[in-house]
């Protein structure tokens, strides 16, 4: 396995501490690990983009950040659940799954040159 699919999967995760902080902070200190949150996030990022196409770190990084999002809501924050949000979360979790297989290092058609 690649290290920067463990790197995608790290700043996904760390988004979602950062979210959840937003839904929660307090107090000052909850804000400074906030930012710090947002530091290691940007820093897991720059380090999946190092290795895999950038578009795809993003559209992964953003896909597991609205699917995880919206799961937190539900489980977490009692937010309702309906079909049509269901529906179009299926939606992005087929998009990351086609940019993940389709994401082949040997496939150079299209490729300038």
Known sequence: MNKSWIYVGLTSLAEL???????????WWHWTLIVAFILLDLHFLAKACEGLPTGTVYAIF????????????????????????????????????????????????????
Do not use: C, R
């Open 17 to 27: 501490v950062w979210i959840y902080g937003f839904n929660t902070a307090s107090t």
């Open 62 to 113: 953003a896909g597991f950040g609205t699917v995880g999002t919206f799961l937190m809501d539900i489980f977490i924050f009692e937010e309702q659940i309906s079909l049509s949000k269901v529906f179009f979360i299926l939606l992005i979790i087929a998009g990351v799954i086609g940019l993940k297989l389709s994401d082949d290092k040997n496939d150079t058609k299209g490729v300038l040159e």
